[in-house]
Structure formats: structure tokens, C-alpha cells
Nanobody
Framework: QVQLVESGGGLVQAGGSLRLSCAAS????????MGWYRQAPGKQRELVVS???????NYADSVKGRFTISGDNAKNTVYLQMNSLKPEDTAVYYC???????????????WGQGTQVTVSS
């Protein structure tokens, strides 16, 4: 099994910044990708950003130029630096990872428990 532990959410005023962290642990042979999704009340979960391979990133248009994903391979940890936050960024943010638990196993998707980000106007 693989566990994802997220931290760093909270309440911030519009224009402020937050940094989310997600640490993966457990039976990890290799990590193919990690990323962040978010889900606002009454809306579907959406991709915020993903990172795979050698720093290949995919950002949602709504966060380009404001959010930055980075990773620490040695710690199996990914970070999301969120700047210039807007009220519409308010959501529960979920960490997501694609992990192979053994050499010949197919990668599987794992989710964190989510962390609340609230941006006040």
C-alpha cells in the first residue's frame, strides 16, 4: 500500500500565498507521476498540475503563472507553491500519484485525504 500525506492548506486573503506538501510512503518501487487536483463545492474534481518524467509539467490554464509544482525525489515529496491566490482557488486540494509497488507491477493511482484551501476576498 501507498500512503499520501498532505499538509499546508489553510485560510489566506486574496493575493496571498500558500505552499502545499505531499509526501508518499509505503511500498513504492517507482513513481511515474505526481500531481494536485482540486474540488470546489458543487463542482467536479479538476487537475491543477501534474509532474512526470524529468520535470514534465502540465498546468491548468487557470493557475499558469501563479502556481508552481516541484518535487524532491529523495523524499518522494511534491510541493505546490500557490501565489496570487484568488477566491476562485478555494477548494479541497488532493494529492495524486501514479506508483508501481513492484518492479513488474502496473502503476496504480493513489489519492491523499485532501487539504482545504480557502481564499477570502
Amino acid at each position: 500500500q501507498v500512503q499520501l500525506v498532505e499538509s499546508g492548506g489553510g485560510l489566506v486573503q486574496a493575493g496571498g500565498s500558500l505552499r502545499l506538501s505531499c509526501a508518499a510512503s509505503g511500498s513504492i518501487f517507482s513513481i511515474a507521476a505526481m500531481g494536485w487536483y482540486r474540488q470546489a463545492p458543487g463542482k467536479q474534481r479538476e487537475l491543477v498540475v501534474s509532474i512526470s518524467g524529468v520535470d514534465t509539467t502540465n498546468y491548468a490554464d487557470s493557475v499558469k503563472g501563479r502556481f508552481t509544482i516541484s518535487g524532491d525525489n529523495a523524499k518522494n515529496t511534491v510541493y505546490l507553491q500557490m501565489n496570487s491566490l484568488k477566491p476562485e482557488d478555494t477548494a479541497v486540494y488532493y494529492c495524486n500519484t501514479l506508483v508501481a509497488t513492484m518492479r513488474w507491477s502496473l502503476p496504480q493511482v493513489y489519492w491523499g485525504q485532501g487539504t482545504q484551501v480557502t481564499v477570502s476576498s
